[in-house]
């Protein structure tokens, strides 16, 4: 085939195209994905039962708030990488800044607290449940926003799949704090973070294989 | 430089409101400077290998053009779909790819080589693995230059259907050569 007849061919009849288009299927994507990560936490496994105390809901709010952090900053850096080049307007310091925020706020809640009652803190009672929980039920927000991704052009795919798996797993902690009674702020800054960030990690390694085009 | 992103940037915003002139004009300018890009860094490869590349890249670029995001250069895009679809090659084809510079964005332009030879795709073949709507859709409107209403009166499809269909056949025409050469 000629390269002419190719360029004939590719603007013969071109059609007006949206370039808002990126950003919101990622954000109609993201969307779903949470309708979904709520759904099986309110049905599976259940709003947590104490919310008519003030305590609870505050830390629902701190849950909820932290999450929505970490969702607001990688959706934005997912619709930059999504874009071919876009990469480099990644930043990598406003990725870090709710996990630093979670760590001060945890360490100064700690520098308050009797040494005796650290243990507790950190370790919380439901570590595990947090732990298997946020992953699993960020499968369904990472698969609908990898296929959005695939309708774009992300050129660093690693980066690409790990921002996709960190909003992923921000959506699942957000939908997990309604059941969540692991009330300390050294808890959300270990397991939270942690189980987010694996996230990110797995979304990472399986990005290439799943984002190529 | 300014000039020719300026220029080129220029006539990438006419074709994404569906000037069909002026989207020409960029795929042919575009091109040149796609094939002196990949020739100097494919030294070694066929000018049909090179040719093939280039026109792998403007296929790609076509069904991706909704991600330029117009509040930004246009020369980088270009240049970040050249690279990514040049690393791609080299992935595939097993060299190495511990070599490819990662150039400045204006290497993009730095050779506009017009030097064409023809590539080793054959569209006919590639059409005939299209389900028949979607090959249709794509020679009424893509190859004879019908308007899409006239493509879908003799397609008897409406003309929804017809651009749906040649939307879905240019990104499954644009996958299958670069998952063709990738197995």
């Not at chain 1, 950190?122 to 926003?145: Q, S």
């Not at chain 2, 080793?120 to 190859?143: G, H």
Request: net charge positive; aromatic share 8%; charged share 20%.
């Amino acid at each position: 085939m000629k390269t002419d007849d190719l360029v004939k061919m590719l603007s013969a009849n071109v059609e007006a195209v949206e370039y808002r288009e990126p950003q919101r299927m990622i954000l109609i994507s993201a969307g779903l994905g949470a309708v979904v990560a709520l759904s099986a936490v309110i049905l599976l496994l259940g709003i947590r039962m104490d919310l008519s105390e003030l305590g609870p809901w505050m830390f629902v709010l701190v849950k909820s708030v932290f999450a929505g952090a970490i969702i607001g900053v990688s959706l934005a850096n997912l619709t930059r990488v999504a874009r071919p080049g876009g990469e480099r307007r990644v930043s990598i310091a406003l990725g870090l800044l709710p996990f630093g925020g979670a760590l001060l706020v945890a360490t100064a809640s700690l520098a308050i607290a009797p040494l005796s009652d650290w243990k507790a803190m950190i370790i919380g009672e439901y570590w595990l449940l947090c732990l298997v929980c946020i992953p699993l039920n960020a499968i369904v927000p990472f698969a609908a926003m990898i296929w959005a991704m695939r309708q774009l052009a992300p050129t660093n795919l690693t980066l690409a799949g790990a921002m996709a798996g960190r909003a992923a797993g921000g959506i699942s902690a957000f939908a997990y704090a309604l059941h969540c009674t692991d009330d300390s702020f050294p808890f959300i800054a270990l397991w939270y973070s942690l189980t987010i960030a694996l996230c990110a990690v797995l979304g990472g390694v399986v990005g290439r294989p799943l984002l190529r085009w | 430089m300014d000039t020719i992103e300026g220029e080129l940037k220029g006539l990438m915003m006419a074709s994404l409101g569906g000037d069909e002139g002026a989207y020409r004009n960029v795929l042919g300018r575009l091109s040149g400077y796609l094939r002196g890009y990949y020739k100097a860094r494919l030294a070694a490869r066929s000018a049909a290998d090179v040719e093939d590349l280039v026109q792998e890249t403007l296929l790609a670029l076509h069904v991706r053009r909704h991600t330029y995001d117009p509040d930004q250069p246009f020369t980088p895009w270009v240049y970040a779909i050249a690279r990514y679809k040049l690393i791609d090659y080299l992935r595939r084809t097993r060299a190495s790819v511990k070599n490819v510079p990662l150039d400045a964005v204006q290497e993009i332009a730095a050779h506009d080589d017009h030097v064409a030879s023809e590539s080793t795709l054959d569209l006919n073949q590639l059409l005939e693995r299209l389900t028949p709507k979607v090959r249709d859709a794509i020679r009424y409107v893509k190859l004879d230059g019908l308007t899409v209403a006239e493509a879908a009166a003799r397609g008897g499809m409406s003309e929804s259907a017809v651009k749906v269909n040649v939307h879905r056949g240019m990104k499954t025409l644009s996958a299958l050569i670069a998952r063709g050469r990738r197995s």
